[in-house]
């Protein structure tokens, strides 16, 4: 697969024994060839883990020089060793790209509450850094060594004129379980050639983040590492400053941003079905979000969709139960594109036909429609089926 990606990078994906399968890259850097803008979204659970610790204290920043990566280890819950050990990995990525360990950013994910294996990683960030290239293989490689139990690699791509000139965004992301906002178990990167100040950068990535990675559940377990960093390297002389560069950039980060929160419930651990929900005809948006995402963390919606079964009662009575006021004489809705309840009460339907459609399809859309405003959200999440239960049963924590 080819890929484009910004100018003003270089990257490594790399094994280095973190994980069992050597033939599984566990560890990433992404260096910036000049001083980078950098913004940093991260988890909102009081437990995080050391490189959240780290990059937050960093972000918005005007000058970074690398980002290192590693699965396989959380870092989490680690104590004053694992801010020794996220520190000395920043410092290490430092050295090797001729830059401060202070301007370097750290992501880990993987099994928490394990220190980690620093003579390894010591070798991963230095054979890293003898394979760093600008091309979109050597991206691929990257965004492959953030994989955990994901079963497929997660990137997106966009481009745009601004000013005159092209300028290029990509993204990698990991993500699979432990998934619910604000965040989830999840890693974002997302690169750009154009140039930024750091608080442009920080706005931009909070609105997009806000419209797409916190819209999205598997589970509804909040992680300890959930981090989606923004860089933007410069390279391509058009800096995002008057509202309306802000307005383009804002639409294609939105784009990347979003493709990505869509391919991490389409990948949710033993998912065999991608949930849209659309819920509209609201007060606000966050009555909308809201409502959207009781849907998504039902259990029973979430196995009724498992088993193709169209049971409108579990989704209207999550409706009902997620503490928005509405009237429920004005209460339709859709599943697959088929009316099964309207204005308070069900209608006819063919729940053969309808079950069909749940069961050959790899995504189910919900939507439903009240009567209370203009506002509308969109959210993502995935089915609960019984290899959810067994890959969390044997993954050990």
Known sequence: MSFSVPAGFRFAGVYCGLKRDPRKRDLALIVCDRPSTAAGVYTQNLVYAAP???????????????????SGNA???????????????????????????????????????????????????????????????????????????????????????????RVRLAGAAKGAGMISP????????????????????????????????????????????????????????????????????????????????????ADGEGASHLITIDVCGCRTREDALRIARTIANSPLVKTAVAGA?????????????????????????????WLLYQHGRPVPFDAATVSQSIRTSPEVFIRVALEEGSQSARFWTSDLTEEYVHINADYHT
């Open 75 to 165: 870092n989490a819950c680690t104590g004053e060793q694992g801010l020794r050990d996220a520190q000395e990995m920043a410092y290490l990525a430092g050295e090797a790209c001729g830059a401060s360990g202070e301007d370097v950013l750290v992501l880990s994910t993987g099994i928490i509450g394990e220190f980690l294996p620093m003579e390894r990683i010591r070798e991963g960030i230095r054979l890293a850094a003898s394979q760093l290239a600008s091309h979109g293989q050597a991206f691929l490689d990257v965004a492959d060594a953030m994989l955990t139990t994901d079963r497929f690699r997660k990137v997106a791509s966009a481009e745009l004129e601004l000013g005159g000139r």
């Open 182 to 265: 604000h965040m989830a178990t999840m890693l974002a990167v997302i690169l750009t050639d154009a140039a930024m100040d750091p608080r442009t950068a920080d706005q931009l990535l909070r609105t997009a983040v806000d419209h797409s990675f916190n819209c999205m559940s598997v589970d509804g377990h909040m992680s300890t590492n959930d981090t989606a960093l923004l860089l933007a390297s410069g390279a391509v002389p058009v800096r995002i400053e008057t509202p309306e560069l802000r307005a383009l950039f804002q639409e294609k980060l939105l784009e990347v941003c979003q493709a990505l929160a869509r391919a991490i419930p």
């Open 309 to 337: 079964d169209p049971n409108w009662g579990r989704i209207v009575s999550a409706v009902g139960y997620a503490g928005v006021p509405f009237d429920p004489n004005k209460l339709t809705l859709h599943v697959n594109g």
């Open 52 to 70: 959240v610790a780290w990059d937050r204290a960093r972000t918005p920043h005007p000058a970074i020089r690398a980002v290192v990566i590693n």
